[in-house]
């Protein structure tokens, strides 16, 4: 407490980030209970992009080394699913994805699928 009554500063910053933890804790939660799974795991990517990518010329590649098995935990899913549906975006062209190493080569399109927009497609 003495800290705190020394710098407000600081405790701003605490609040800050319990408040940033919250939400994100809630967000989560929305995913899980509410969205289809390949929302989940196209919100899983974004959120991984704004966390840890690097845009480059072919797109958004994700720096940390994330596994398959890394993003199905993420979003609540299984190892195969996450799977199947990563190869299926791959074909499409919107992402590009080896061993531990991905890459989102159309933000907007995974974002599309993240939150659809009511009365489109």
Known sequence: MNVVEQSPALADNVVCIAGDRTREMLNRATEMTGKCIAQRIAASLLRLSAQAGVRTPAGIHIESPVT????????????FTVSRTLSAWQKQGLVKSGRHRLTILDVSRLSEIAEPRIGTG
């Open 68 to 79: 398959r098995i890394d993003l199905a935990s993420m979003a609540g899913l299984t190892y």
